[in-house]
């Protein structure tokens, strides 16, 4: 921070209002500036970073002066000399476009009146709380007077002056407080509304009254110190000035980024992509740094309802400020781009989030969307030349004997399986690409939940995301056949449709996409693979180390969508052993609500596997059906044979650094079934600390919806938990898998 904005900063933490005169060497003005240091208001009459009151008496940059207005949330009072001059036409026009508080005194140049009459009036204009965006004329019938004490006013009795000084002290203070805390919370709710809607120059100047409404509640209330506890008070208007501040910077940045996103999907939108992404970061950066402070005083603040918006941009807008200097090489300025995007049916559920049944390529070159299209993978698989060994379970499981496109996403890691998506489809189709996306159904249907119904006037239809898993499965399957472009022709329709909404001329468009990638995201149900190792380490999930992980990862080998009908509930109990083992047993509770057989519906054949810390081992596992496990280190024919009927098989191998305990398990329509895994990962607690902490993640597959889970922990009683609130003996935490999921707890020893 510059030493100017310190020194402002520390002018305000001191309750000295700074008010800025231009034009201070006029007659008016030297004497305006004597009746302001006559108040306690610090006057300068050069450019200062963060002024609380402008008064301009001349007509020269008044632009500059009033974005600083806009900047700094100042009061501006412009003198003029004429009606309807080009000063006072901006003036009001920067009070309706950013909601600035403006007053206008026109001046008669005859006036009779003396330059301190005429000064004393200005500063009554400045600081009467009813002059916002009115014009007065001065030195003329009509003009505001100061109020002057009457020379007959003779002091009451002692006991009403005593009620009228405690009014004074009290009753009037929070009167003030409460107004300008009621103003600038609805000015914040409406900017939460702007700001959802699009109206990014409105919302600026609504958050801008926001932060200035607080801030005289802050000042208001500091004039009760010693009287009333104003301590909590002041923290929550402190949280509020502080919110309405990152809102109104969020505003400012959200303009230009409307207006780049428009650019790049019109192609007759001229714009300077670099330009103004340069011009966005400081806005980000400010953003970002004041987030990671008053996010978690957000969390526990009465101010939550009205502030929630704030934290769940965070993360969209760090990625978005690490990524800016690679979005222009991403949309193509510096060369033509080529994206994969996987469409992947989440109803049939793979390891990377769903079974890739169409897959789509979005070209961008000089900074524009050229081309989207969509095709059937079937017909890339069929352009395979030579033959690709598949994983063991694809080839005895799901009974390929090899390996395409359809399947590339085997691994539930992402980039693994995009990278392998993106080698199938060069082998197949020739064509090369610098990044791959995946995106399921749920990602779809957070779109159309944001656009609303959209007409598919080809197949004189309608989808909404209430029926868009039924249309798509009866419009793109049903009475398929071989060579047939039905499948295709619908879902380019729709994907045009919904296209062509989010990519109307309209900043709006912005605020629908935001919430709905930000979501997705961190649910996995859309996610991005670019092949260039900074890209990819930003987009990649930050990895927190952790003594203990599971990860139960899912691949539906019936070629059906019974997904559909899959209800699943997780418990996670790990049992705190004698020498300090983490003891940990996952069960699983399946039901499978699928009507009957028929398609879509029917059995539900999921091999599934847990990936847990490398070198776990595996201390039992079984079904509901009474079956127990046989693990092995192999899996083939051979030994899928040999299992007794009352056995089945954990095919024990390793991933990504993770041990993983792998089995077959199928569930009827209308059937239950209860699978549980214990394992003993090789980490361990020392008892010897006298503060112990047990780290944890239960991670979340791509693809999978708001799952039940509960946590539950068993310690011995010579631990005693840190959280008050937590019984001996054990910790219990209900919650869901909607995201990846990380614990932390802290036992102090007993001596």
């Keep these: 921070m510059s030493l100017p904005n310190v020194i402002a900063k520390v002018e305000k933490a001191?309750?000295?209002?700074?008010?800025?005169?231009?034009?201070?060497?006029?007659?008016?003005?030297?004497?305006?500036?004597?009746?302001?240091?006559?108040?306690?208001?610090?006057?300068?009459?050069?450019?200062?970073?963060?002024?609380?009151?402008?008064?301009?008496?001349?007509?020269?940059?008044?632009?500059?002066?009033?974005?600083?207005?806009?900047?700094?949330?100042?009061?501006?009072?412009?003198?003029?000399?004429?009606?309807?001059?080009?000063?006072?036409?901006?003036?009001?026009?920067?009070?309706?476009?950013?909601?600035?508080?403006?007053?206008?005194?026109?001046?008669?140049?005859?006036?009779?009146?003396?330059?301190?009459?005429?000064?004393?009036?200005?500063a009554t204009l400045m600081f009467r709380p009813d002059t916002d965006g009115k014009i007065f004329p001065l030195g003329s019938p009509g003009s505001p007077k100061i109020p002057r004490p009457n020379p007959r006013f003779r002091f009451p009795s002692k006991i009403f002056l005593a009620v009228l000084i405690l009014l004074m002290l009290i009753v009037f203070p929070v009167?003030?407080?409460?107004?300008?805390?009621?103003?600038?919370?609805?000015?914040?709710?409406?900017?939460?509304?702007?700001?959802?809607?699009?109206?990014?120059?409105?919302?600026?100047g609504t958050a801008s009254s926001a932060a200035s409404s607080f801030a005289a509640a802050k000042n208001d209330l500091r004039k009760l110190s010693g009287l009333i506890p104003i301590e909590e008070i002041y923290k929550t208007l402190d949280i509020a000035e502080d919110a309405s501040d990152i809102a109104y910077h969020l505003s400012l940045a959200a303009g230009p980024l409307a207006k780049f996103f428009l650019s790049v999907v019109n192609l007759n939108t001229a714009f300077d992509i670099s330009s103004a992404l340069n011009a966005v970061k400081p806005e980000l950066d400010q953003i970002n740094t004041s987030l990671d402070f008053l996010s978690v005083k957000i969390q526990t603040s009465r101010l939550k309802p009205y502030l929630d918006f704030l934290p769940m941009s965070k993360n969209l807008l760090t990625l978005t400020s690490h990524l800016l200097p690679y979005i222009p090489d991403l949309v193509g300025v510096n060369g033509r781009r080529t994206y994969l995007v996987l469409l992947q049916n989440n109803t049939e559920l793979r390891p990377g989030g769903g079974f890739i049944g169409s897959y789509g390529l979005v070209v961008f070159d000089k900074g524009k969307l050229m081309d989207f299209k969509i095709f059937d993978v079937y017909s890339a698989d069929g352009q395979l030349r030579g033959k690709v060994n598949p994983p063991d379970e694809i080839l005895h499981y799901l009974g390929q004997p090899n390996w395409y496109l359809r399947d590339s996403n085997w691994s539930p890691d992402f980039a693994l399986s995009a990278k392998r998506a993106a080698w199938f489809l060069e082998k197949e189709t020739g064509v090369v690409v610098d990044g791959v996306i995946g995106l399921d159904l749920y990602f779809?249907?957070?779109?159309?939940?944001?656009?609303?119904?959209?007409?598919?006037?080809?197949?004189?239809?309608?989808?909404?995301?209430?029926?868009?898993?039924?249309?798509?499965?009866?419009?793109?399957?049903?009475?398929?056949?071989?060579?047939?472009?039905?499948?295709?022709?619908?879902?380019?329709?729709?994907?045009?449709?919904?296209?062509?909404?989010?990519?109307?001329?309209?900043?709006?468009?912005?605020?629908?996409?935001?919430?709905?990638?930000?979501?997705s995201l961190e649910e996995k149900h859309l996610q991005i693979y670019i092949a260039n190792p900074k890209i990819e380490q930003i987009l990649a999930s930050p990895q927190t180390e952790v003594q203990n992980k599971l990860f139960l990862v899912e691949a539906n080998l019936g070629a059906n969508?019974?997904?559909?009908?899959?209800?699943?509930?997780?418990?996670?109990?790990?049992?705190?052993?004698?020498?300090?083992?983490?003891?940990?047993?996952?069960?699983?509770?399946?039901?499978?609500?699928?009507?009957?057989?028929?398609?879509?519906?029917?059995?539900?054949?999921?091999?599934?596997?847990?990936?847990?810390?490398?070198?776990?081992?595996?201390?039992?596992?079984?079904?509901?059906?009474?079956?127990?496990?046989?693990?092995?280190?192999?899996?083939?024919?051979?030994?899928?044979?040999?299992?007794?009927?009352?056995?089945?098989?954990?095919?024990?191998?390793?991933?990504?650094?993770?041990t993983t305990f792998g089995t077959l398990l199928e569930i009827p329509a209308n059937t239950r079934r209860i699978l549980t895994f214990k394992y003993r990962p090789p980490q361990t607690l020392d008892y010897q600390q006298t503060f112990l902490s047990y780290n944890f993640a239960v991670l979340k597959q791509a693809g999978t919806g708001h799952d039940p889970l509960s946590v539950i922990v068993n310690f011995p009683p010579f631990l005693k938990a840190q959280d008050p609130l937590v019984p001996g003996g054990q910790i219990r935490y209900n919650t869901n898998l909607s995201k990846d999921k990380t614990f932390n707890i802290i036992w102090k020893k007993s001596l």
């Design 561 to 658: 969508k019974a997904n559909y009908y899959i209800n699943r509930q997780f418990t996670v109990q790990t049992d705190l052993g004698k020498s300090g083992e983490l003891d940990t047993t996952l069960t699983v509770t399946y039901q499978n609500n699928s009507p009957g057989d028929v398609w879509p519906a029917g059995r539900y054949k999921n091999y599934l596997r847990l990936f847990v810390p490398y070198g776990s081992q595996l201390l039992a596992a079984s079904v509901g059906d009474n079956r127990v496990a046989t693990a092995s280190s192999v899996l083939n024919e051979n030994v899928l044979r040999s299992l007794p009927s009352d056995q089945f098989l954990v095919f024990q191998s390793s991933e990504s650094g993770m």
């Design 175 to 204: 009167f003030a407080v409460a107004s300008q805390a009621f103003f600038g919370l609805q000015a914040l709710r409406t900017t939460k509304h702007l700001l959802v809607s699009g109206q990014f120059a409105k919302a600026a």
């Design 14 to 122: 001191q309750n000295l209002p700074v008010a800025l005169v231009i034009g201070g060497e006029r007659k008016i003005g030297s004497a305006l500036c004597d009746i302001l240091r006559s108040q306690n208001l610090q006057v300068v009459t050069d450019n200062h970073p963060s002024p609380d009151y402008i008064f301009q008496l001349s007509n020269k940059n008044t632009k500059n002066l009033l974005d600083l207005a806009v900047r700094t949330r100042a009061k501006f009072l412009l003198v003029t000399e004429s009606q309807n001059s080009e000063a006072e036409k901006l003036a009001l026009e920067y009070a309706k476009d950013y909601n600035l508080r403006v007053v206008i005194a026109q001046i008669n140049p005859n006036t009779l009146d003396s330059p301190v009459s005429l000064a004393s009036g200005l």
């Design 444 to 519: 779809v249907q957070k779109l159309l939940t944001a656009t609303g119904p959209l007409k598919l006037n080809d197949f004189d239809d309608v989808i909404s995301a209430e029926n868009f898993f039924q249309k798509a499965e009866s419009q793109a399957e049903i009475n398929f056949f071989p060579g047939s472009t039905q499948k295709r022709d619908y879902l380019s329709a729709a994907a045009s449709a919904l296209f062509n909404q989010l990519t109307a001329n309209n900043p709006k468009n912005l605020s629908l996409l935001l919430p709905a990638i930000l979501q």
